[in-house]
């Protein structure tokens, strides 16, 4: 089966990616690399650095934010947080990602780094440590500022970033919540929780520069797709553009787990060793992203010597599996010693002959 084709027409925004989150793959681009504003998708990466200080143990969900004069005076999606208010750091996430509050976002910035300029900071670093080469922080809310631009491609890279800490689908998953004891609901952003088969998250944004965008994640039958649409005239074509995305990608591509060929498992031949042999042992517990139908164009070559020198410690790489599509290599695993293989040992060999011999075991034998 050949992948149908999803024509740049189809996509009505400007910019467009669909990445496989598993391998970081791209399944299609439009414009992937224009340099844009991305509005509240900038939050992907605030809380990208919000889960790695949960996740380190420099912050933990329980610890008490106090909410600074400038947290307070962020316009736009907020909560309406006064100046000294309180929230955990759960509650202030759960705004971030759910009601896409800039207050709350900067209140987060803050705790972790004492100042959103030094928190930039570090969004920043983090940015080019990911090879996010189209991206400048400015702040960490998304709101419109010069300079403060991302790509894309950019946006599915710090997105696969962060679904890598799997905490953060318990706040994106989330449709309707409350805070203050209920004084404050809270709506999702990402109308496609309502709509779309397997979605789990990601981040809306909007603003007057970026226009209307969205990071979509959603996974189907181990396949884990993210979907970014930057630029959108509406929130609307956002929606209908990630959607079209997501169904090219779960349509034409499936995750594919290799099985163990014949003669990966086997003896090999040891050389100047205590014993003759070893059993050789593999692994493919990493699936690959294939094209569906294309299971039956997958061949595995098994690269394994016919003997080893000892000494070979169990778990050593041996070997390697070799599995390609068409010709092409789309995975390698390896293969490794099962058991230990000792190098020959002349005393060894003495004592074993002489307790043979005498029906004993000498000392230390």
Known sequence: ???????????????????????????????????????????VMT??????????????????????????SMGGSDIWLEVGETMTVDEMVKATIVASAN??????????????DEFVVQMNKKAKSLGMKETVFKNCNGLDE???????????????????????????????????????????????????????????????QAGSCISATAERDGLSLIAVVLGSKTGK?????????????????????????????????VKNG?????MTSAKTDNSVLIKKGDKEKISADVVLPNEVEAPVEKGAVIGKIIYKNSGHQIAEYPITAAE??????????????????????????
């Open 1 to 43: 089966m050949s992948v149908n084709a999803l024509s740049d027409s189809e996509i009505t925004a400007p910019s467009a990616v669909l990445m496989d989150a598993h391998t970081g793959q791209v399944l299609y681009a439009k414009n992937p690399h224009e340099v844009r504003a991305c509005a509240s998708i900038t939050k």
């Open 47 to 72: 809380l990208t650095l919000v889960m790695e200080a949960i996740d380190s143990g420099k912050i933990s969900l329980s610890d008490t934010v106090t909410t600074s004069a400038h947290a307070s």
């Open 103 to 116: 207050d709350a976002a900067v209140a987060l910035a803050e705790h972790i780094c004492g100042t959103e």
């Open 146 to 208: 010069d300079g403060h631009v991302t790509s894309a491609y950019d946006v599915a890279v710090m997105s696969r970033e962060l679904i890598k800490h799997k905490k953060i689908f318990e706040y994106s998953n989330i449709w309707m919540d409350e805070l203050r004891g209920g004084k404050t609901q809270l709506v999702n952003t990402n109308k496609l929780l309502k709509s779309y088969r397997g979605i789990t998250g990601l981040k809306t944004g909007t603003t007057s």
């Open 237 to 269: 074509d956002r929606f209908s553009d990630a959607s079209k995305l997501l169904d090219h990608g779960f349509a034409n591509y499936e995750m594919y787990t290799p099985a163990i060929p014949e003669g990966a498992v086997t003896e090999v031949t």
């Open 274 to 278: 205590m014993t003759d042999k070893i």
């Open 340 to 365: 230990n293989a000792e190098q020959i040992n002349f005393w060894k060999i003495f004592k074993i002959i002489f307790s043979l011999s005498v029906g004993a075991c000498p000392p230390d034998c």
